[in-house]
């Protein structure tokens, strides 16, 4: 197209300046050149402020919290500000952060896919593979590291200097949008080599006549000179149709919606990460949500503790001694968090998972518990760190003063529960669990699942000195015939404003499922208490499944029941990855909420991947969409309203573009044929689209999420995206337009008493105040009232106001580049009048009612086909 135009615009400069002169012949050529220019610079420079944009989103993301230890005491800093000679704490899920040596830990796995390429996990320990690199992914188990090299001195450091990345990705929208305006470009250049060759067989056939009513062409007459211009004119009128029917701006107003509303996410706590994810979020139809952290507040407190079949204040004094020194070994060695006291009168520091720090809470607050103490008297010989699939973490301990060897279990209530053969009581004594007894304890777990507490269990018992070799060689702890020390019950409250956002998400027809690792009472209780689930929907519904319920369902039974459930509890990530695939299979746009490494499939998979900001692991970031910066799931409801918001705007302005386009094509066409000249020129045309491209997309683009958008049912995967509604408003409008520019074209210097120049310029400043009154038709694509809000929107009317000054300056004082006429008051109060009247015939067009089914769903073209290819095939 731009080639095209350049072309177009040498041709004008040179047979221009042949024929009037220097001075005066330089302005067509020159203006299609001056058009241009900012036609490309406003591209350039919007996409050089798109990929600003995404280096500011991406030092954000990389903006990494990571534990470290310094001065003995254990704090939070940003990766950047890791210097060598850091010790840094690391976890399941966390990503390496530089490059460095293994320090101590336990059962420690590294993923260095990302370097490597191998998809084998390889075990670091302090004897043969200490060494650490940098981008590779902690995960299983814990350790800490001491920093050795950083930056670009880092193994990742010296590769990716070697890359560049591609930010320029473009959107399922954009691609859409490419093919409309492909399919757009053709019409428009089968037009307009019509228009050529009608122009060419008048002009040589003699029906053209010059300003004077001469003939132009006169056969051997005429000067080589004469026909070189008369065809280049035609060549030009015959481009003017390319470029007015070819809405080359779409692709950069889609460019410039999106950059508005990313910036203005990121004010609702979110961090877009693919631009496309703005446009999917609005067409989605079901959110799968955790628990933990999202629908909950994450700030765990242990609220009930149960010493047999007693329940304690909490308080160490009623209960054995014995059985307290035992619940403390467990709680202050199976744990990868830490309780820091500076001073003995400073208060406690606890840092680790939020389950982790309300457990240490609670042990070195209420049960008098001293981590350092027991860290001195006791030798860890093995951990089985904690992951999602066995929802239990076990540690083999070796006391110093006697060399007794324990193995410690914390986890899942139920899990430890069946781990069990006998349970001490409150006095110490070591009890048997029968059947009876057993029931026993699975009612207490019951009971405090409905309470919305999160059930975690303690499992003790002395092992043979000789367990220590086997569990080397087996890499795994005794499992059997435990002892039970006691259950802690967590309370996670639900978070403000939850309840009212899953309403929101639901009135929109849109379906929360909510899937988590809790008992099924409290699932059953937070999904209540949160409006996931209604007061009585219960298990025979099939509203609540188990994970291991839904794993075993055939193929068949799943993709029946899965749109019934909102809630499955005690699922895995392998539930979780299979349910988002059955909801696509079922056509659903799925949206999915994680936090863990073990997310990263299920993130992966969805169409829309939301992972959390505050306690998402890196891995589960990587694989997400969107970044949720304050965990909360009211900013999920939010990002839902603005993914609508982004795709309506988008609309709006094709709506406005296209009927431009159209009306300009009609014009262009019939003035051509009839007239021997396009109405608007190349230069008119190029400024119209200028404007509205830039300036008229951004306008519509600044429209803010509105509570009507939460009403509606989502797009989905079908929905066109040129709706019955638009081609009605477009047409409408469009019809308007193309009546009053030609009966201007043809009656206007009657009408107005005005001359050829004046009455041109009356037809081109009237187009253009036809669109920016569109712009107001265009704000509501179904409501009559489109003033509504209006006055909250000053950026809208900031910019539609610009538009009106560059427009009469472009009038006024650009008269030799527009080619233009000055105009008089009662002029433009005429060409305001005329642009106005498309306010009540949108109003008028918006009562005619059109049909669900897309037009042209109508036309069989199979049919059609089939009927040509009979009239002309015996």
């Known amino acids: 197209m731009i080639l095209i135009?350049?072309?177009?615009?040498?041709?004008?400069?040179?047979?221009?300046?042949?024929?009037?002169?220097?001075?005066?012949?330089?302005y067509d050529g020159g203006s299609i050149f001056v058009?241009?220019?900012?036609?490309?610079?406003?591209?350039?420079?919007s996409n050089y402020r798109q990929n600003k944009q995404f280096d500011k989103l991406s030092t954000v993301s990389n903006n990494i919290q990571i534990d470290v230890i310094r001065g003995g005491r254990r704090q939070q800093i940003s990766i950047f500000d890791i210097v060598v000679g850091d010790i840094v704490c690391l976890k399941i899920g966390d990503q390496v952060p530089a490059d460095g040596l293994f320090l101590n830990g336990h059962s420690l796995r590294i993923d260095e896919s990302g370097m490597t390429g191998e998809s084998d996990h390889v075990e670091v320990n302090s004897k043969k593979n200490p060494f650490l690199i940098s981008g590779t992914k902690v995960v299983d188990g814990y350790a800490q590291m001491l920093i050795t090299s950083v930056g670009m001195n880092t193994t990742w450091g010296q590769m990716m200097s070697h890359v560049t990345g591609d930010k320029n990705e473009q959107?399922?929208?954009?691609?859409?949008?490419?093919?409309?305006?492909?399919?757009?470009?053709?019409?428009?250049?089968?037009?307009?080599?019509?228009?050529?060759?009608?122009?060419l067989v008048r002009y040589f056939t003699g029906h053209t006549t010059d300003e004077n009513g001469n003939i132009e062409f006169n056969g051997s007459s005429t000067k080589a000179d004469d026909i070189i211009n008369a065809v280049v004119g035609i060549v030009a009128s015959a481009v003017t149709i390319v470029v007015v029917a070819i809405p080359e701006g779409l692709p950069l107003a889609v460019t410039l919606t999106l950059a508005y509303s990313m910036k203005k996410m990121m004010a609702d706590q979110a961090m877009v990460r693919k631009l496309s994810a703005c446009e999917t979020m609005g067409s989605a139809t079901t959110i799968c949500t955790d628990k933990t952290g999202t629908l909950t507040l994450n700030q765990m407190k242990v609220t009930k503790f149960w010493q047999g079949k007693e329940t304690m204040d909490g308080a160490s004094s009623s209960?054995?001694?014995?059985?307290?020194n035992l619940i403390h070994q467990g709680v202050a060695l199976n744990t990868t968090g830490v309780v820091y006291r500076g001073s003995s009168g400073s208060e406690f520091e606890f840092s680790g998972s939020p389950t982790e720090k309300a457990i240490l809470s609670w042990a070195a607050l209420d049960m008098k518990m001293d981590q350092e103490e027991i860290k001195r008297n006791f030798t860890i010989l093995f951990v089985e760190a904690f992951n999602s699939q066995k929802k239990r973490s076990g540690v083999l301990i070796k006391k110093k003063e006697d060399n007794a060897v324990h193995v410690h279990w914390k986890g899942a209530a139920e899990m430890i529960l069946g781990m069990c053969s006998s349970y001490y009581d409150a006095s110490g004594v070591m009890k048997d669990l029968n059947g009876e007894e057993r029931m026993e304890f699975k009612k207490i777990i019951q009971g405090m699942a409905a309470s919305s507490l999160r059930c975690i269990a303690f499992a003790h018992k002395q092992v043979a000195e000789t367990e220590e070799e086997n569990v080397k060689e087996k890499k795994k702890l005794k499992e059997e015939n435990l002892t039970l020390l006691g259950l802690v019950g967590i309370k996670d409250p639900c978070r403000p404003g939850v309840k009212k956002a899953v309403e929101d998400c639901k009135s929109a027809g849109v379906s929360i499922k909510m899937i988590t690792g809790d008992h099924v009472s409290t699932a059953r209780?937070?999904?209540?208490?949160?409006?996931?689930?209604?007061?009585?929907?219960?298990?025979?519904?099939?509203?609540?499944?188990?994970?291991?319920?839904?794993?075993?369902?055939?193929?068949?039974?799943?993709?029946?029941?899965?749109?019934?459930?909102?809630?499955?509890?005690?699922?895995?990530?392998?539930?979780?990855?299979?349910?988002?695939?059955?909801?696509?299979?079922?056509?659903?746009?799925?949206a999915v909420t994680g936090d863990g490494t073990n997310d990263a499939p299920a993130l992966k998979e969805a169409d829309i991947g939301l992972s959390m900001g505050i306690q998402g692991t890196e891995v589960a970031k990587e694989s997400s969409d969107i970044v949720i910066l304050d965990d909360k799931f009211a900013s999920v409801a939010a990002v839902l309203k603005w993914g609508r918001c982004v795709y309506t705007n988008i609309q709006k302005f094709i709506q406005v573009q296209l009927t431009a386009n159209v009306a300009a094509l009609v014009i262009n066409f019939v003035t051509a044929i009839f007239a021997g000249k396009a109405l608007l020129t190349i230069p008119k045309l190029l400024w119209v689209n200028?404007?509205?491209?830039?300036?008229?997309?951004?306008?519509?683009?600044?429209?803010?999420?509105?509570?009507?958008?939460?009403?509606?049912?989502?797009?989905?995967?079908?929905?066109?995206?040129i709706t019955n509604i638009m081609w009605r408003n477009l047409l409408g409008q469009a019809l308007y337009q193309i009546t009053i520019l030609l009966a201007l074209q043809f009656k206007g210097e009657s009408i107005f008493k005005v001359t050829e120049a004046v009455n041109d310029t009356l037809i081109f400043n009237t187009s253009v105040l036809c669109q920016v009154f569109n712009e107001f038709n265009a704000r509501k694509l179904e409501k009559k009232n489109v003033f509504k809000d209006i006055h909250k929107n000053k950026?809208?009317?900031?910019?539609?106001?610009?538009?009106?000054?560059?427009?009469?300056?472009?009038?006024?004082?650009?008269?030799?580049?527009?080619?233009?006429?000055?105009?008089?008051?009662?002029?433009?109060?005429?060409?305001?009048?005329?642009?106005?009247?498309?306010?009540?015939?949108?109003?008028?067009?918006?009562?005619?009612?059109?049909?669900?089914?897309?037009?042209?769903?109508?036309?069989?073209?199979?049919?059609?086909?089939?009927?040509?290819?009979n009239l002309f095939i015996p």
């Open 795 to 869: 950026l809208f009317l900031g910019i539609i106001g610009m538009i009106i000054v560059i427009q009469a300056l472009t009038v006024e004082f650009l008269k030799r580049f527009a080619g233009t006429e000055r105009l008089n008051w009662g002029q433009w109060g005429a060409c305001i009048a005329m642009a106005a009247v498309s306010w009540p015939i949108g109003s008028i067009v918006k009562c005619i009612p059109v049909p669900e089914r897309p037009i042209f769903s109508y036309l069989k073209w199979k049919e059609c086909a089939q009927c040509f290819k």
């Open 171 to 199: 959107t399922p929208l954009q691609v859409r949008l490419n093919k409309l305006t492909s399919a757009i470009g053709k019409v428009g250049l089968a037009v307009a080599f019509l228009v050529l060759v009608v122009l």
């Open 319 to 324: 209960i054995s001694p014995f059985v307290v």
């Open 690 to 721: 200028l404007i509205m491209d830039t300036l008229g997309a951004l306008a519509l683009a600044t429209e803010k999420p509105t509570k009507e958008l939460m009403k509606k049912p989502p797009v989905g995967r079908t929905e066109q995206l």
């Open 35 to 45: 058009a241009v220019f900012l036609v490309i610079s406003v591209s350039a420079i």
């Open 5 to 26: 135009l350049l072309g177009c615009a040498a041709l004008s400069l040179a047979f221009g300046i042949k024929e009037h002169g220097l001075k005066d012949g330089w």
């Open 525 to 590: 209780a937070i999904a209540t208490e949160c409006g996931i689930l209604r007061p009585g929907q219960d298990v025979d519904s099939g509203a609540i499944v188990e994970g291991e319920q839904f794993r075993n369902y055939t193929s068949e039974e799943r993709m029946e029941k899965v749109e019934k459930i909102c809630v499955m509890a005690r699922s895995s990530p392998f539930d979780k990855l299979l349910m988002v695939q059955c909801l696509k299979q079922k056509g659903h746009v799925v």
